[in-house]
């Protein structure tokens, strides 16, 4: 049997199935057990330290005992802690992006998918250079700023070349004022050379979503195809690291396993990624199994009800607190609400889950990846996140000036946030505003700007902060950054 190593690079040693069940087992054990839970609570908490504010973050068997424990108030201090770490660390600004679905070809016969291989019926669709031009044009129409590039897993259609081909197309292409200034890729694991290649074409964050951590279930869900290989996929991000890719995204897809079990599993992949390469996940994404083309939900055994989707982000926002968060359009406007105040930093909008999807007038179904439950325009959403107290930022700055990684963890550590991120986010919110925005969207939204130029502390980035506002109000300058 395998043993359970931090440090290792065996899937099976650092996600290792006895230190999850034990795990599992001794959250149930104390569950209940009060003095323990208010201690881990009290870890758990921000503290002031040098010029900022520092956490230390939970290990995956303190964090198992939150999210195990159901005691209404402890569950309601949870929720205030995860909100008060979001707004110590990342503040109230929401980082915006839509996917793009570049092709849907498969080779990779996953249960969940609507675009296994063995599925015939759905329609099939790469899109060609000047097509990749097409999607990129009317995500910049909308104000898009930042894409995850998503793409099925097959060696011939979509080669590795294929997908450079597409993110040099992307970053090429300025249509009026638009830009896609950071390209996040999705794809399937693959080689250390390649990811090389990715990080050279100057991506943002490669993103992988584990599905599950059980492995025995997880060769089930993969029956057939690359995919199946789980110490392959379970290994890419090492992999990736390796190739010179700072800044890597994990998820797990609830509904397929035991939630409890892929939460260990998540934050155990944190911790061996912090303790091998120095650096934790730069995101968590956190998607739920959705109906799709042939796929019910119904038919998993281990979907969750909103309350508990709730304090599984509430529990991965104490336990990474300098992670951002990604929620996506699979969940609809109320659980997307309730879940920015438990730690979200980062939301797509508009997205469409077809292949070509963004060019047609009416949302395609036929080569959806699955049902869109959050159908609001990037407008509506826009709108909706400043009446709410959040600020919709386009800010694509941070890789860009090289902060990735652990620089981008430091920026984050040092409380240095209010004055780079909080502007960058004010400025881009601008130039969504002059360029997109309805007149409705643009008015709260200046309201709003003008309140929160005041939080800047550094008088001198709040001076270039206004004047570069000015700029893009009254001239096309625009990409203004610090
Ligand atoms: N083919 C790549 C891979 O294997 O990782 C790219 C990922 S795929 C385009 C994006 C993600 O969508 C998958 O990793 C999976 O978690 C998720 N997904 C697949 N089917 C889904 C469904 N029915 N509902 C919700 N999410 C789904």
């Known amino acids: 049997m395998a043993k359970y190593d931090v440090k290792s690079l065996k899937a099976e040693e650092f996600i290792n199935d006895g230190e999850i069940l034990e795990t599992i087992k001794y959250a149930e054990e104390n569950k209940n057990n009060i003095e323990l839970i208010d201690s881990i609570l009290e870890k758990a908490r921000p503290r002031k330290e040098g010029n900022g504010l520092h956490c230390t ?57 609507p675009y296994h291989l063995k599925n015939k019926h759905i329609v099939r669709k790469k899109l060609t250079q000047e097509e990749v031009k097409a999607e990129v044009i009317a995500l910049q129409d909308m104000g898009h700023k930042r894409l995850a590039i998503e793409a099925g897993e097959d060696p011939k259609n979509n080669p590795i070349e294929y997908i450079l081909e597409c993110i040099k197309t992307i970053y090429s292409v300025n249509h009026k004022n638009g830009a896609i200034r950071r390209v996040n890729v999705n794809i399937a694991a693959t080689t250390v050379e390649n990811y090389r290649r990715l990080k050279d074409a100057g991506i943002g964050t490669y993103i992988l979503f584990q599905e599950t951590y059980h492995k025995e279930s997880y060769l089930e869900l993969h029956p057939t195809g690359p995919k199946h290989d789980y110490d392959y996929h379970t290994e890419a991000m090492d992999r990736a690291m390796e190739g010179g890719i700072d800044d890597v995204g994990l998820g797990v897809l609830f509904g397929l396993e035991r939630y409890m079990y892929e939460f260990v599993g998540l934050l155990m992949h944190a911790e061996h990624l912090e303790a091998v390469h120095g650096v934790g996940p ?63 930093s980062q939301i797509s909008g508009a997205s469409r889950t077809s292949v070509g999807g963004y060019t047609e007038e009416e949302r395609p179904h036929d080569s959806e990846q699955f049902d869109v439950s959050d159908q609001r325009t990037l407008d509506e959403v826009v709108c909706w996140l400043m009446e709410n107290g959040h600020i919709p930022s386009f800010c694509t700055a941070c890789y860009r000036e090289g902060r990735t990684g652990d620089r981008f963890m430091s920026l984050c550590k040092s409380g240095q946030i209010l ?3 909080h502007p960058n986010a004010l400025m881009t919110l601008t130039e969504y505003l002059e360029d997109y925005a309805s007149p409705e969207t643009k008015e709260i ?30 001239s096309n300058r625009r990409d203004f950054r610090f």
């Open 57 to 113: 973050g939970l290990s995956h068997r303190d964090a198992a005992v939150l999210l195990a424990c159901d005691i209404p108030e402890k569950v309601e201090e949870m929720f205030k802690l995860a909100n008060q770490i979001k707004q110590d660390f990342y503040g109230n600004r929401i980082v915006m992006f839509a996917p793009l679905y570049l092709s849907n070809y498969c080779v990779n016969g996953c249960v969940y998918c």
């Open 445 to 474: 939204g200046y309201k709003l700007i003008e309140e929160e130029l005041k939080k800047i502390p550094k008088d001198k980035v709040r001076e270039i902060a206004e004047s570069n506002i000015k700029d893009i109000k009254n």
């Open 282 to 344: 730069h995101t968590i994404s956190v998607p739920r199994l959705k109906r799709a083309d042939d796929i019910d939900p119904d038919t998993f055994d281990n979907g969750i009800s909103d309350e508990m989707f709730k304090k599984i982000i509430a529990c991965i926002r104490i336990a990474v607190p300098y992670t951002g968060m990604i929620i996506s359009t699979r969940e609809s406007e109320k659980v997307r609400g309730e879940a920015l105040h438990l730690g979200i």
């Open 419 to 421: 004055n780079c991120c």
